[in-house]
């Protein structure tokens, strides 16, 4: 097995189980004549899973009923209708399973007021199919929390992949728009299994040629795919796009004839799109083009962009990951200080898409200050999926806790229990544009993410976008399920081996609350010692600040003052070393190499221990694994274990060469007890990685 099915495998259900299922699960029952994709799609399914799980090929009806049918429609169904099922509350993409009498025969009923809602319905059908639980006696309703639950490919046009590791971009624009991989449906059916509902189809760092007539053809390929599947396509937009392709002098918001361009190229978009979703805009970042450099403001540019896709009905998402101008004095205040301002400001189709922390996607970070602070304005998270930062394709690390922590955290904006999960599900502030988006971890790999364990990533990513309040142990046991088999043994080792994954990373990488300290360019190994760089932001001596005195980012009113821009009550929490939770000490405080923790013992013992316990949860974890490989196919099993193999020399090497630098900085040896590094301060130093994916 090579991981391609994903969490969709249908494989046999043991004997006892299938005899049960089938009894309901003996027809399938839908109107064709509705002509309605995403059911069509939903009964392919459908049949797709119980030839797979229960050896039967089941017969499909338009119009009766028989005993144990599966009846799938929407709300105006007449057999639907009847049932008088509580669907008005439901939106567009809920759904209700209901096992239901009609006329004197037991059936299974999946309703929504969409086909794609009926098709979610479905997914959840079968995933309880898959999971060995019963399908009778269910009375289940679900709907999203969220509006927008999307994935942003960081794809060029070449088909590389920023940030990406998992081989090539999925989309083969070169072969586009004729010949449409049997790649993309499957791409689709995976996402719609877990909710998600729009693709952004290109980088960020966006090439305008994507707005030409060429790539808006190939763009409206996939969307032609994706649409039964309830997916929208968007582009991310180059902001001078008018300037490469509409050959204008400006780019300037204000200027009318840059609006009357993208005005038309929106017309031109939705002609051939008439559902696109909108554009994603990186603007004044990491040297892109923006408003800014017409003095405008980032209001002033989204605004505009947004009058050109109201009429059609598409919106604006607005980075707020912003570092443009030189900021020594701290790049984690930045996009709060462009944004705050602009609260309240932004037209009614723009939502401004933060990162989950005000850096940039570190293993651990602090939430992000902008959520609770603009209650004016829709905010939506984006999360990575892909581990630029967190040991790319090959470490094991679950992404679930690192989401979770994010979305639980308490921004005190309107008082106790203000989450960012209610800043960004809109009930905080009584928004009704909502959305998250997930920088995709997908490429043309087999098995689509680089490791089995990489695609629990995008499903819990799916789940939680689906339900921002989601757990993440819950959703990795039902990952673990559907991925491995419901054997309670396999699935509590991994979802053990899942829940420790997230703290181990953070010990070996970057403990206490540091950040930043992976090499330039490729993010991938240790390099604290990195301090030569251009600007001083993109040195990791800026992020972690030790000296012979002591280390960590003074963010408090002696430093930067950055923990004033978080609401008065976890400001002052974190302004005080005491009352900063120790997991993001270093974050926020200097603190001397003696400073006394908890544990009763001293920074530096500390750290050294946090560093020495991530080697050894990789150890366990591989131990685990190990326990487990009569439970597991032979291919997926070898590849994790060589996986694990390599995150153990690793996360060793993680622990060594920063010890071994912050030993050399602070002059001191190492707490009693740790074992000395394995090689030179200097070796470490001089390793390099010049042909890392990811590029
Ligand atoms: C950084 C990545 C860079 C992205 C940037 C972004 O290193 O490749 O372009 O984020 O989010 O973390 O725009």
Known sequence: EDGYDLWLRYRPLPAGIQARDRAQAAALVYDVDRHDQSIIKAGEEIERALAGMLGAQVPNYSQSVVPGAILLGTADEPRIKALNLPLGSLGSEGYVIRSATIDGKAVTVIAANSGVGVLYGSFALIERLQRGLPIDGLDISAAPKLKLRLLDHWDNLDRTVERGYAGQSIWDWWKLPDFKSPRYTDYARANASIGINGAVLNNVNAKAD???????????????VFRPYGIKVYLSARWSAPIELGHLKTADPLDPAVATWWKAKADEIYAAIPDFGGFLVKAN?????????????????????????????GVIMWRAFVYAQ????????????????????FADNVIVQVKNGAIDFQPREPFHPLFG???????????QITKEYLGMATHLVYLGPLYEEALQ????????????????DGSLDHHALTGMAGVANIGSDRDWAGSTFNQANWFVFGRMAWNPDASAKTVAGEWSELTFGPNPQVTSTVVDMMTTSREAVVNYMEPLGLAHMMGTGHHYGPAPWVHELARPEWNPVYYHKADATGIGFDRTKTGSNAVAQYAPHVAAMFADPKTTPERNLLWFHHVGWDYPMASGRTLWEELAAHYTLGVSQVADMHGKWRS????IDPERYAKTDIFLSIQQREAQWWRDACLAYFASVSGRPLPAGEAPPARSLAEYEAVTFPYEPGK
């Open 210 to 224: 994507s707005l030409t007539a060429p790539y808006i053809v190939k763009a409206a390929a996939l969307a032609d």
């Open 285 to 313: 970042s990491e040297g892109q083009p923006g408003p800014q450099d017409y003095h405008r403001s980032h209001a002033d540019g989204a605004n505009m962009l947004a009058a050109a896709v109201k009429p059609h009905g």
């Open 326 to 345: 030189e900021n020594p004095e701290d790049r984690a205040k930045q996009a709060y200080d462009d944004f705050k301002a602009l609260d309240g400001r």
């Open 373 to 383: 602070a603009m209650p004016g304005t829709p905010l939506m998270m984006e999360f």
């Open 409 to 424: 955290a308490d921004t005190w904006a309107h008082g106790k229990g203000s989450t960012v999960a209610k800043v960004i």
């Open 628 to 631: 487990i490989q009569p439970l």
